[in-house]
């Protein structure tokens, strides 16, 4: 199919749209549109910026990539766009390699790059369109029109780029990164430094990107912005992806509250009376743990409280924790052995 798309010239983009819903029946993992194999990178002076990586992304899904500075995030970006060479490794967009086929696989990636890299002596509109000619597309004037007008833009197509503000400026560059409609968006922190409603803006414009059938990868340090748009989230710490999870599922463990009993008395099994609590002992029976959902109409405290008042259970003090997608982060992107740290994780890869 690929193939057959390649000898038109271009490797048309949305395939999908040719096939109708031939895509949506796959299941999601059989038919990732990005594949990165045993990727790494050392930059010269010998710094290992990425660890043999390995990353499925499926079509049409948002993800995001989170990791402090330095993580190798961009390395990653800048690998499968062709921006910077891989050590080792094979990534292959919709089915095209990226080192051996370069073209027709870049043709279906967009990027929004950390770093601004404008003409500012052009006007929005030249420097728009002029990057959907860089893919060798003919000029769709109401493509550009568009596009512009998703971002904002249009009212500022003719102004020079050095007269936009910066958070302007950052729309430009989503523009340029959508001018050839690639398949695949990358959007490395896109919203750093700009105002919260630009910050909305495209939040919006994400949504509607994979509303239209387009995967989005993203960077960001903003945890919250994982939370609100992620369908999927990877971390990244030191060259290496520690983590990668379905948000639904960060979610729900973040939802999680533990209460912790101290007990007075040892409590060697857990009374039939109690089972309809979610109950643990530890510590030899000294300490009873009540794992809850905090976004439960009813948390059950109160209930297991006086339940244990009249059981004549008896404790000394109690404790609670919350974890948070943060805490998680911060503990995964921190930690010698992520793994131990975070147990629950599921996909924690060494
Ligand atoms: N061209 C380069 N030459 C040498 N080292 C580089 C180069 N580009 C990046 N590095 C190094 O590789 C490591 C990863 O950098 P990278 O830009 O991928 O991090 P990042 O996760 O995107 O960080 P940030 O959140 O700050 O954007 C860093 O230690 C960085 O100094
Ligand atoms: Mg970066």
Request: net charge positive; charged share 25%.
């Amino acid at each position: 199919m690929a193939r057959q798309a390649k000898k038109t010239g271009r490797p048309r983009a949305n395939n999908k749209r040719h096939l109708g819903d031939f895509f949506l029946m796959q299941p999601a993992l059989s038919n990732p549109v990005l594949s990165i194999r045993g990727l790494s990178k050392s930059y010269k002076g010998g710094l290992q910026a990425l660890k043999s990586t390995d990353l499925d992304i499926n079509r049409g899904e948002i993800f995001a990539l989170l990791g402090p500075n330095g993580a190798g995030k961009t390395t990653l970006i800048n690998a499968v766009c062709g921006i910077v060479t891989p050590t080792t490794g094979r990534i292959t967009a919709a089915g095209y390699d990226t080192r051996k086929d370069y073209r027709s696989a870049r043709s279906l990636i967009g990027l929004v790059p950390q770093e601004m890299h404008v003409d500012i002596f052009e006007t929005v509109w030249a420097v728009t369109s002029y990057s959907r000619g860089l893919f060798g597309l003919p000029p769709n004037k109401a493509h550009i029109e568009q596009v512009l007008k998703d971002l904002s833009l249009w009212e500022k197509k003719d102004e020079k780029i050095q007269a936009l503000s910066g958070g302007m400026k950052r729309r430009v560059l989503i523009a340029k990164a959508l001018a050839h409609e690639p398949e695949i968006l990358f959007l490395d922190e896109p919203t750093a430094g700009v105002d919260v409603e630009l910050r909305r803006d495209m939040w919006a414009l994400v949504r509607k990107m994979r509303d239209r059938g387009v995967t989005i990868i993203l960077t960001t340090h903003y945890i919250e912005e994982a939370e609100e748009m992620a369908d999927r989230v990877g971390v990244i710490a030191k060259g290496e992806l520690i983590l990668v999870e379905d948000k639904a599922t960060l979610m729900k463990k973040l939802g999680k509250k533990l209460l912790t009993f101290n007990l007075k008395d040892r409590m060697a099994t857990l009374p039939a009376e109690l089972k309809e609590w979610d109950l643990a002992l530890r510590d030899s029976g000294a300490i009873l743990e009540y794992t809850f959902d905090t976004q439960a109409d009813r948390t059950g405290v109160a209930s297991l409280v006086r339940r244990m008042g009249e059981l004549g259970i008896g404790f000394n003090d109690l404790d609670t924790k919350t974890s948070s997608l943060e805490d998680i982060f911060v503990s995964l992107v921190h930690a010698p052995k992520p793994a131990t740290i975070a147990p629950e994780a599921s996909d924690v890869r060494s």
